[in-house]
């Protein structure tokens, strides 16, 4: 600090001799940088400014006081005006490089305010933020990620589509990317394109029971209930304490007529099940198809023809009232990506 201290008076007498000397001004504010005190360097770069505004080593300190106090953008704004005005191919690299490191930490920086923001519930600021550490940094896996996500979440599919295939050009390897993206293309009613990412996701991660799960709902829906109980059994499996794929698998053998098979699941589902509302509905299903399987008209099976969205069936008008409580299933959609895992409600029982 003493040495800082005689530099700095060492400056001061020399701009008193020279008081229209910016680079003496520059320097001096380089010295309150070092010793910390960002207010007098912001000021004697101002003195310099107005006695030299192209002078790049002004704008390079002040990119340099800008960034220690994380303005990022006046930081980049002051560095870029230094590269534009050097004339020395060494200091045009330096700055560079600065401008490279600044833009990283900067989207960085972004990154982590679209987390606050999403925690706080605010989607659309998240979105902000996040473009923003994206225009800094286009190839920022996390925050093509997550966009993507809350695109999906708020039922901009379109958006989220090109979130996820831009973070899959970056990562082809990366199964949960073809996960969300087949969600969305299922979302989108683009059940081939949809098949084609499950399948690619199981194959770069056979261990994802929620890969498993969803490419279950897929099936279902497409009435192949054969390859829809496979990828239920699969993913409970692999995950046994998981009361939605149990839950999917008893609608499954329901919409199958198995009857008896569809109770086990849904008690199951039920045993496993901590949340009050969930479980109500569980009960409500049990004792539905309890009846059904005592009732008269226990061959009448409802068959389900559209999944996640509106559920339309068929069944006799005996049993139309209870093949309605059957119909009932809740969307529990996981985002571990994200801070905050959102759920929401619908009717076919799909993880994320």
Not at 43 to 71: C, F, V
Not at 136 to 165: C, M, N, V, W
Not at 254 to 264: C, N, P
Not at 278 to 304: F, Q, T
Request: glycine share 6%.
């Amino acid at each position: 600090m003493g040495d800082l201290d005689g530099a700095l008076q060492d400056l001061s007498t020399a701009a008193q001799r020279k008081k229209n000397d910016g680079v003496i001004r520059t320097n001096i504010a380089l010295v309150y940088k070092d010793k910390g005190d960002l207010d007098k360097a912001f000021k004697e770069l101002q003195k310099s400014m107005a006695l030299d505004k192209k002078n790049p080593w002004t704008h390079r300190a002040l990119g340099e006081i800008y960034e220690i106090g994380q303005q990022y953008d006046k930081a980049l704004e002051s560095f870029m005006k230094a590269l534009n005005l050097t004339r020395s191919p060494q200091d045009a690299s330096e700055i560079e490089v600065n401008i490279a490191k600044l833009k990283k930490t900067a989207a960085e920086a972004a990154y982590r305010e679209g987390l606050e923001s999403y925690r706080q519930g605010d989607r659309n600021q998240a979105i902000a933020a996040w473009t923003r550490a994206l225009k800094l940094l286009p190839k920022h896996q996390e925050a093509l990620r997550d966009r993507g996500l809350t695109y999906y979440k708020g039922g901009d599919y379109e958006k989220a589509i090109a979130d996820f295939s831009t973070a899959l050009e970056l990562e082809a390897s990366n199964s949960e990317l073809y996960r969300v993206r087949a969600d969305t293309f299922y979302k989108m009613g683009q059940q081939e394109r949809a098949l084609e990412d499950y399948n690619k996701a199981l194959t770069l991660n056979p261990k994802d029971a929620v890969g498993y799960n969803n490419r279950g709902l897929l099936h279902h829906e497409r009435n192949q209930l054969d390859k829809a109980l496979e990828d239920y059994t699969k993913a409970i499996s692999l995950d046994p304490g998981n009361p939605t794929f149990f839950e999917n698998r008893g609608l499954a053998r329901s919409t199958a007529g198995r009857d008896k098979e569809a109770l086990e699941d849904y008690t199951k589902a039920l045993s496993l099940t901590a949340d009050e509302d969930r479980r109500n509905l569980l009960k409500e299903r049990i004792s539905a198809l309890e009846r059904r399987i005592k009732g008269p008209h226990a061959d009448a099976v409802s068959r389900i023809t559209r999944l996640d969205g509106i559920v339309s069936y068929t069944t006799t008008p005996a049993n139309l009232k209870e093949s309605k409580e059957l119909q009932d299933a809740v969307p529990v959609e996981r985002h571990p990506a994200l801070p905050v895992g959102p759920t929401s409600s619908g009717h076919s029982t799909r993880v994320q």
